[in-house]
């Protein structure tokens, strides 16, 4: 399989990315890059108390893997299952492989966030597969304040826009190559592209 990892820096110039992809496509695919500013995240919009039944009990509250099937996880568990609200959310990230996927949260929703994503929800036609793309700051495993909108497709599973995307690493079994072809500057924006494949 292969797993892409985005992101950028509000300081890094054009030239550090290049050498700092460069570097990354022979060093290691272990991407520990701490800047401050906004964080975007893409991923499953998923709620703890599922997480913490699927880790107990192997399923959810509505019966679906919140680990290994979160594209199962019902929208309406989200929305109507008051133990699931009241729980929170986080949006997920595959720590497995793609034939022995494993995702667990990454970020968790506070409480401005959470009011964000109950509105989208709550509007949504969506049943499940339910992907988001949240920015905002990051403090701990908390992101705050965060803008949330649907999204769809696989640049929608695990993909960060780093201020703070914390460490991401291939799985085991595979190998990093650093992609400098995805590095643009938009004034001192710069994005680097990190792909891990199998």
């Not at 292969?2 to 990315?17: Q, Y």
């Not at 339910?130 to 905002?136: E, N, Q």
């Not at 649907?150 to 079994?173: L, Y």
């Amino acid at each position: 399989g292969m797993t892409t990892f985005s992101g950028g820096s509000s300081f890094a110039p054009a030239f550090v990315l290049f050498v700092f992809a460069s570097v990354m496509r022979v060093a290691s695919c272990s991407v520990a890059f701490a800047a401050g500013g906004m964080t975007t995240f893409s991923g499953y919009l998923m709620d703890n108390y599922c997480y913490i039944e699927t880790q107990q009990k192997g399923v959810g509250k509505d019966g679906t893997d919140a680990i290994k099937a979160p594209e199962t996880h019902n929208v309406y568990c989200l929305d109507k299952v008051q133990a699931c609200v009241d729980s929170g959310f986080y949006v997920a990230m595959n720590n497995g492989t793609g034939g022995a996927k494993s995702y667990h949260p990454k970020y968790q929703l506070d409480s401005a966030s959470m009011a964000t994503a109950l509105a989208l929800i709550g509007a949504t036609t969506k049943t499940n597969d339910y992907k988001v793309t949240v920015t905002g700051e990051v403090e701990g495993n908390q992101i705050k304040n965060a803008t949330i909108v649907e999204c769809d497709g696989d640049q929608c599973d695990g993909v960060c826009t780093c201020g703070d995307c914390g460490s991401m690493a291939c799985d085991s079994g595979e190998s990093a190559s650093g992609d400098a072809s995805g590095a643009a500057a938009v004034g001192v924006l710069a994005v680097w592209v990190v792909t891990c494949r199998a």
